[in-house]
């Protein structure tokens, strides 16, 4: 093995945006409010702990599932 390359968010690709626009759309189809403010203060909280936060702070009433 001559090289190993590790991608930190945002240097090789950029996926926030996407997943910006994915939870956006779940949280707003379960009947939620999507804030931008809130959708940041998750980012690097694993999901068995953000995910609960989030569905009670933007009114999502579905069972939390991670």
């Not at 949280?27 to 999507?34: I, K, P, R």
């Not at 809130?38 to 069972?63: D, Q």
Request: glycine residues 10%; hydrophobic residues 40%.
């Amino acid at each position: 093995m001559e090289a190993i390359i590790f991608d930190m968010d945002g240097v090789l690709v950029d996926s926030e945006k996407l997943y910006r626009t994915i939870f956006k759309s779940v949280t707003e189809e379960l009947g939620g409010v999507f804030k931008d403010e809130l959708f940041r203060s998750m980012m690097g909280i694993p999901e068995s702990k953000g995910l609960p936060v989030f569905h009670k702070k933007a009114g999502i009433k579905a069972p939390v599932h991670t």
